[in-house]
């Protein structure tokens, strides 16, 4: 872990981070930095953590004689982008991040209450998230360099919220991701944690298994799946003490010019059973929030579509519908077989995706020898009675 080394604010070294911000790293280091030897490597370590923060963290990046930790934590920490949607699903006066890290999802808390309190066991990682503050102007961030559950017991006082993004534990490798194999272990202290506070918002990484996460925590009342241009970036989970009730869940697919949301609750998409078809004028593909919720008959239902076959997970009309996903105009429906395609449609080059298929991108790219690009797509997929059959689209 980097030292909170204040040298590397000097004005000079600054400007050098700045001019080599999109420099190759190793041949800057085999040109020569142009300072002492004992600030080199920090130096370095500043200029690739900038760098990373350009498109996930603009505020950090574009603001003067920011500190950056080592890469790793620009890596771990949530984006501007997630962080802002966080700060728009809490109320009250006060929130405690038991696990701070870089300090950005309390940096959107702080627009949003009164009193915030930032913990991390790192200390020299809360020095710098704290220093960072005071350059972007944020007075109401309490900082603890310990044990978050620790400080709360310590501190003893009600919240209105906690919030947790545990880290999953380096010995756990190829084992299936389980919140109990966290740190912290948030299933083992939840009943801790309500003594404090009737809100908990835990993040998760989005190769949590849903019906794992529902298993393991209690009072679970939103699951949120947060995208952003088409790729889940974590879950989110609220828990409300004493909750009982159907578990919502909501769905986001954030992108540079809107937010396609879709809700649904958990216990209702085993009970909705969605009409089949095959493909009509228009075909459906639910963004990647849609599918990692799971809401595979709830969305045909509350969109009124028709679904190609159980396990494809896409979708046909014959009015085009707004969806919160990818619309495309049928263009062309083959059996598939080399045959047909070069009868029916015959492109050599196409934006191939496959639902539902027994072959691969790869391996129809090979077969049919098709280049990727362009503006025509093809879907490789099963429809009723288990047909394997070639869509070909324009996206709308």
Known sequence: MTSFNKEILDLTIQEFINQNINSDISKLALKGIPFSDNL?????????SKKKCEKKLPTWFNSQ?????????????SSEVTAKYKADIITGNSIIDITGGFGVDCYYFSKKVKSVIHCDLNINLSQIVKYNASILKTN??????????QILKTINKKVDWIYIDPSRRNDIKGKVFLLKDCLPNVPKYLDTLFDFSKNIMIKTSPILDISSGVNELKNVKHIHCIAVNNEVKELLWVLEKGYNAPIEIKTVNITNTEEQHFNFYLNQESEVFPSYSKPLNYLYEPNAA??????????AIQQNIYKLHKHSHLYTSNNLLEFPGRRFKILKTTDYNKKNYKKEINLDVANVTTRNFPETVAQIR????????GKNYLFFTTISKNSKIIISCAKI
Do not use: C, H, M, R
């Open 140 to 149: 109401n961030i309490e900082f603890y360099a310990n044990d978050g559950i």
């Open 290 to 299: 849609i599918l990692k919720s799971g809401a595979f008959n709830s969305v």
């Open 65 to 77: 004689n920011i500190f950056f930790p080592p890469k790793l934590n620009i890596e771990q920490t």
């Open 40 to 48: 080199k490597q920090d130096i370095i370590t500043q200029i690739e």
């Open 366 to 373: 090979k077969k049919f020898k098709i280049k990727d690009g």
